[in-house]
C-alpha cells in the first residue's frame, strides 16, 4: 500500500481470512500481521497521546508527512502494544532527522537495517531486551517496535523490495533490529547520557548499520589487545567505513565490558584505543582498489581510519553475562553517509 492501511475490511471475516487479505494488499514484511481494528489502532494512538490526523514528523527528501493514524496503524500490524507508541513515533522522528539523511539507507543497493537503541526508564518499563541474545528473537517489545517501523518504511513510503528499497541483497536486521543497553551492568554511564541527556530520560538512537561482524577473543582480559582485536573487525577493506565517512557502532558483551571495567578503562579509553587501531593504509586501499593508483613509496605509513574523530565510535554495553563477544556494525554511506540521531521518548 502506498497509502497506509485503513481499518480491517467490514463483514464477517475470520482472523485467518483478515491475515490473508493484508497478505494480498502486499502490506506485510512477509510474516502475518494483526489485523488493524478500529478499536486497537485507537488504543495505540492513545498510548501515544496522538490524534487521527496529526503529523507526527515529514520525511526530508520525499515530502511525506508520517501521519499518526498510518504510524498507529502499521504498529498494531506489527504486535506492539500501546504503550510501545511512543517508542516508534521517536524513531519516525529520528528517521526524519535531516542528519540522519534516512532516505539514503532505504533506499540504497547495499544491506543496511535501522538499529534502534533504547536508554532510559521506559527500557525497563516495557522490558525491552538489552541483556541475553539482545539482538535476537524471543521479546515482544524489541520483535516489535522494530518490526513497526519497518512496515511504516514499506507502507508509508513504499519502501518494498523491487520498488524504493532496491537493497541487493537484504539484512534479516530489516525485520527487526531494536534493543536496550544494558544500563545495569555497564562499567559507563548510559549511552544517552554522553549525548546530552539525563540518565532519568528516556531516548532513541536511531542507526542505519550494514550488518554484524561478531568477534571473539576470549584467550586474553588486556583491554588493548581486546580493542587490536575488535578493530581489525571495523577496518575491513570492503566496509563503508574505511575511508572516515559516518560513525560507528560497537557493542560490548558484559565479559569484555567486565575486562574494561577490572583495568579502569573509561568509555573514552575505549574510544581512543579503537580509533587508533581501526585503519588501513594507502597501500591496503589501492591494492584492493579502494582508493585509485598504484602503491607509492610512503603509502604504506599513511593511514586512513575508520572515523573522523574518536567520539564518531559509539561504545554501547549490552548482552549476556558469558562470552567475550562483541559485535560491530558499520553504517550505511560513502559520498553521502548517514548519522545517527538520538531523539528524547516523550511519553503522554
Excluded at 498510518?70 to 516508534?88: D, F, Q, S, T, W
Aim: charged share 20%.
Amino acid at each position: 500500500m502506498t497509502e497506509a492501511a485503513t481499518a480491517a475490511p467490514s463483514g464477517p471475516l475470520s482472523a485467518d481470512q483478515l491475515i490473508e487479505h493484508y497478505y494480498a494488499q502486499g502490506y506485510t514484511d512477509g510474516l502475518p500481521v494483526v489485523p488493524p481494528t478500529r478499536a486497537l489502532v485507537d488504543a495505540m494512538l492513545a498510548g501515544g497521546g496522538l490524534k487521527p490526523d496529526q503529523i507526527v514528523a515529514m520525511m526530508p527528501g520525499r515530502h511525506t508527512p508520517f501521519i499518526a493514524e498510518k504510524l498507529a496503524i502499521n504498529a498494531v500490524m506489527a504486535g506492539c502494544r500501546p504503550e510501545y507508541m511512543p517508542v516508534v513515533v521517536a524513531a519516525v522522528k529520528a528517521l526524519a532527522e535531516p542528519l540522519f539523511n534516512g532516505h539514503g539507507p532505504v533506499t540504497t543497493t547495499g544491506s543496511t537495517a535501522l538499529v534502534t537503541l533504547v536508554n532510559g526508564p521506559i527500557a525497563r518499563r516495557l522490558e525491552i531486551n538489552g541483556k541475553d541474545n539482545a539482538f535476537g528473537p524471543g521479546f515482544r517489545a524489541n520483535s516489535t517496535i522494530g518490526r513497526a517501523l519497518r512496515l511504516i518504511l514499506m507502507n508509508v513510503l513504499n519502501c518494498r523490495p523491487g520498488r524504493l528499497d532496491r537493497s541487493q541483497l537484504g539484512n534479516p536486521g530489516r525485520y527487526s533490529f531494536c534493543f536496550a543497553e544494558n544500563e545495569e551492568d555497564s562499567p559507563w554511564e548510559p549511552f544517552h547520557v554522553t549525548r546530552g541527556f539525563s540518565p532519568h530520560q528516556s531516548a532513541l538512537t536511531l542507526f542505519a548499520a550494514q550488518g554484524q561482524v561478531t568477534t571473539n577473543n576470549a584467550l586474553t582480559k588486556d583491554p588493548e589487545k581486546i580493542c587490536f582485536t575488535i578493530a581489525d573487525a571495523m577496518a575491513y577493506l570492503g566496509s563503508h567505513n574505511i575511508l572516515g565517512h559516518g560513525d560507528i557502532m560497537v557493542v560490548f558483551g558484559r565479559e569484555v565490558t567486565n575486562n574494561f571495567a577490572a583495568a579502569g578503562w573509561s568509555r573514552r579509553q575505549v574510544q581512543d584505543v579503537l580509533f587508533e587501531h581501526a585503519r588501513r593504509s594507502a597501500a591496503e586501499l589501492k591494492r584492493a582498489g579502494r582508493l585509485l593508483g598504484d602503491p607509492e613509496p610512503g603509502d604504506a605509513e599513511r593511514w586512513f581510519r575508520v572515523v573522523t574523530k574518536p567520539e564518531d565510535i559509539m561504545v554501547i554495553a549490552a548482552g549476556g553475562p558469558v562470552g567475550s563477544h562483541a559485535a560491530v556494525l558499520h553504517t550505511w554511506g560513502l559520498h553521502n553517509p548517514t548519522r545517527s540521531v538520538t531523539v528524547p521518548i516523550t511519553e503522554p
